[in-house]
DNA sequence: ATGAGTGTATTATATATCTAGTACACTAGT
DNA sequence: ACTAGTGTACTAGATATATAATACACTCAT
């Protein structure tokens, strides 16, 4: 296994690794995504596992799969647009609540944030 | 079952929920925090799985233990103010992190991030 | 001493996740 | 037709998490 964490079902980094990667323009629309089985002897998992993160993916509309042929990102680049804001905002609503019920006002949390994007420039 | 998520172990979420509470000063350092049956039944888990989350909370020394009496918040602040402060550090790093692979400049991530904190107020 | 309320320990069961192995169907190039 | 590479489907086993039920040890008020 390799680049996964624990506490998060590989199912749910693999989806979320190609879309990152597409968001980011690594993979354009219509572009071929490796198959279950290459990406799973990339990454030592189970090729289940990658099979499972790709049907989410083909179910929300991200990646086309065509039997026998292998997994396309869609064209469809509203989708991907979508798609992303919709996790950033997960991400964003999640991490400010948790810092809310830690007691830190809004101030004190762009002031760290700040800080950590600096560190990690 | 109450409040809890479902892809986060309870276990997990019980610890940071009293974390919360006591640098929230909802609980005071020293004050006896409600014991594994009576947690659970007010929460509706498992005594089991809440005894599991305060022998993480006894083992990073935010809570002592007293067999027979009950569970008692440290009265050791520094304690609690370390474990808030990593826990907030934690939270920051995954959300930036997680924003920069989804390729967000830190500039963006730190007008969404605003603008979240204000639609929350 | 007794009893109520504690923490602790153990065993059993259920579910989700992950791995492993196998078999089958589809597509394209030869 | 054949073959290699695909997606799909299924069964089986391992592990972590959560529940359920039970028993035992400790503390304190009575």
Redesign the interface.
Known sequence: MTDFDT???IYQQIAEDIL?KA???EILPGDRIPSAREYASQKLVNPNTVVRAFQDLEREGLVVVKRGLGNYLTTDTTRLEDA?FQ???K??????????????T?KQ??Q???Q??EV??
């Open positions: 506490n998060k079902p990152k968001v980011r323009g992303r996790l950033a905002q991400t964003l609503i999640q991490c400010a609540k948790d810092l809310r019920e830690l007691g830190y809004t949390i762009q760290l944030l700040s950590q994007l990690m420039k």
